[in-house]
């Protein structure tokens, strides 16, 4: 188990869900790998609360599908296959062009000059090999994308998608030659918002998903 594992303490909220944020946050940044146990003894003991808030909070990471518990061998990080790799694509693909779509005709001068920002920012961290700061540079760059579209309802759904491979980010950023082509592919697509071209900027943001799906389904025959 990870050494990194520390209660993420909010007095506003109740124990269980501290717990189950702090777990979730491990999960998705890959502190707890998928496959991994999730023993109720041994994480009350490193968290320092008891195995109640720690049975619930698993029971709330099943419900997101981040966790599972199999039959006489307990809870663990659930693995994500090739499937929900394309799964959560197709749903990605559809999300993701209305979203660019809209941000194409909504997207204001200062939400374009974050967008600038962000894109610069990224492409600084993949000179700094700090992989956990790189992902969420990206991970910016596309916010700021989707709250162009002016559709927070839309903004959440596709937030929540990017979540689910949020864990596989990192291990994919590790491989540096990949840098020139993200870089690429951001700077295409700011130009085509910037320009305000829905269909070149869908194309751009379809292109980036399928390379990402790739690398992603790469990884998870490589944990398989």
């Keep these: 188990m990870t050494d990194n594992l520390e209660l ?3 007095a506003y909220l109740p124990l269980r869900d501290v717990v189950f944020q702090t777990l979730r946050g491990a ?14 003894l041994q994480l009350a003991s490193k968290l320092g609360v008891s195995r109640t808030p720690i049975r619930e909070a698993i029971r709330m990471l099943e419900q997101e599908g981040l966790a599972v518990t199999i039959p006489r061998k307990g809870a663990e990080v659930a693995k994500m296959t090739e499937k929900d790799m394309e799964d959560v694509l197709e749903i990605r693909l559809s999300l993701e062009g209305l979203a660019v779509r809209l941000s194409c005709e909504k997207i204001t ?3 374009l000059q974050e967008l600038k920002v962000a894109m ?8 700094s090999g700090q992989f956990v700061e790189m992902a969420k540079a990206d991970v910016k760059f596309h916010e700021i994308l989707y709250k162009a579209s002016n559709n927070p309802k839309l903004q959440q759904l596709l937030n929540n998608l990017r979540e689910q491979m949020y864990r596989y980010r990192v291990e994919y950023l590790k491989d540096d030659s990949i840098y020139p082509r993200l870089i690429e592919e951001h700077q295409k697509m700011y130009d085509a918002l910037k320009s305000k071209d829905s269909k070149l900027a869908e194309s751009y943001v379809e292109r980036h998903l399928h390379n990402q799906a790739e690398a992603v389904k790469k990884i998870i025959r490589e944990q398989e």
Excluded: H, V
């Excluded at 610069?120 to 000179?127: N, P, S």
């Design 8 to 10: 993420q303490m909010d």
């Design 27 to 40: 999960i998705l940044k890959g502190d707890l790998k998928p496959g991994e146990r999730l023993m109720e």
């Design 109 to 111: 001068p200062a939400a």
């Design 120 to 127: 610069e920012d990224f492409e600084e961290k993949t000179r």
